[in-house]
């Protein structure tokens, strides 16, 4: 098989203080909306591995009705489009009211915020619009729909730390298209496009902007062991990438005829990923890869299906099931529990878990998206 490269390249290397993942939502700017209501399951209690006479924390399932002004993704049609903040909170894209393309929003103490948005720009829930979230504080959100002029199909990259706009930039032409996105321990933004550059965006807005070209596309990006990315390639592999964007090594995929999706995620020593076969819409097994290379596949429940899957601050992978209208949690040896979310045919779209590879932005909530009820909740 041949290799593909990674044409290593420098990222400028400083001292700096991060911030920690406590609250720094930056007061509010724009309107704001207090949900109605909300409802929650049943809480149960579980006993700790290793201490059969403590109880852990319950679980309960929580959910807010979005403001009617706001428009949710439906099923299916956008990928990332929930990030969790560092403070724990989340920012979500939905279409909005009286505004041609739409807006980000944020739900934080009860509160939705539709934050500021740039002049004459608005990210659109039409569309796959990558968003993720740092966990020195910003969120990122990629619009490939629309350009300033509103005419144009150029990427903009869009920054916000708490409810404040850090700034926009065009991050390439009306041809470029955006694969994948994430961010790693120090904050860099990452993403790789359709021509197969793999870029990082250090200290938003000022940079400086890092890109290399290589020899592959990446459909799925996650920051993960060994203080590396970990991307999928269209030639049916994953790549560790070192911090630096140098390529560690290539690890090809055991499985044959399909694809692994936007959403990959890591774990300890593991990365954690959906393939549909066939391309299908959703996935009837989790896989996971140790750093070392080693697959293994862990079959779903009968007619349950996932989508999308984020990892957790308890240990675990969390995942949605809309066909089933369930949440999902998978343990390290493939264990599965199902919740099954309170409201009717909700339409899960869309879900969201903290940085878990930060002590201090790990134990955040699982969030996650209802597009059917226009509903978000979190677990």
Not at 34 to 44: D, E, G, K, Y
Not at 46 to 69: C, D, F, M, W
Not at 108 to 132: D, E, R
Request: charged fraction near 10%; aromatic fraction near 12%.
């Amino acid at each position: 098989m041949r290799t593909r490269l990674i044409l290593p390249y420098a990222v400028l290397v400083s001292s700096v203080i991060f911030s920690s993942c406590s609250s720094s939502n930056g007061g509010t700017n724009g309107s704001s909306f207090v949900p109605s209501s909300q409802s929650a399951m049943q809480p149960f209690a579980r006993r700790v591995s290793g201490n059969p006479l403590r109880l852990a924390p319950k679980l309960a399932i929580k959910e807010y009705s979005v403001p009617s002004q706001f428009s949710l993704p439906r099923v299916g049609c956008c990928g990332q489009v929930m990030a969790e903040t560092s403070d724990g909170n989340v920012d979500f894209i939905a279409s909005q009211t009286g505004i041609q393309t739409g807006a980000v929003v944020r739900f934080a103490g009860g509160t939705f915020t539709a934050l500021p948005q740039p002049q004459a720009y608005a990210p659109y829930a039409g569309f796959t619009s990558p968003m993720v979230s740092s966990p020195t504080g910003p969120v990122y959100v990629i619009d490939m729909t629309q350009g300033f002029d509103f005419e144009q199909d150029e990427p903009v990259l869009v920054g916000y730390q708490g409810t404040a706009l850090l700034g926009t930039i065009v991050i390439g032409s009306a041809s470029d298209f955006t694969e994948s996105a994430g961010t790693d321990a120090e904050g860099k933004f990452w993403w790789s496009d359709d021509a197969g550059t793999l870029n990082a965006y250090k200290n938003f807005p000022i940079g400086p902007r890092t890109s290399a070209s290589t020899t592959d596309i990446f459909t799925a990006m996650a920051y993960g062991p060994n203080n590396a990315l970990w991307l999928y390639g269209v030639d049916n592999s994953i790549y560790e990438v070192s911090a630096a964007g140098v390529l560690i090594k290539q690890f090809a995929l055991p499985y044959t005829g399909g694809h692994v999706s936007m959403r990959m995620t890591a774990l300890g020593n593991s990365v954690w990923f959906l393939y549909f076969q066939n391309y299908a819409s959703s996935a009837v097994s989790i896989i996971r890869m140790t750093k070392g290379g080693t697959f293994t596949q862990f079959p779903l429940p009968s007619g349950v299906a996932a989508t999308a899957l984020a990892a957790g601050g308890d240990g675990a992978i969390w995942f949605i099931s809309p066909s089933s209208n369930q949440l999902g949690r998978m343990s390290s040896n493939g264990k599965v529990k199902l919740y099954s979310v309170p409201t009717a045919n909700a339409g899960l779209a869309a879900i969201a878990g903290p940085f878990v590879f930060s002590e201090q932005c790990k134990n955040g909530p699982i969030w996650f998206m209802e597009s059917n009820a226009n509903k978000i909740g979190s677990i």
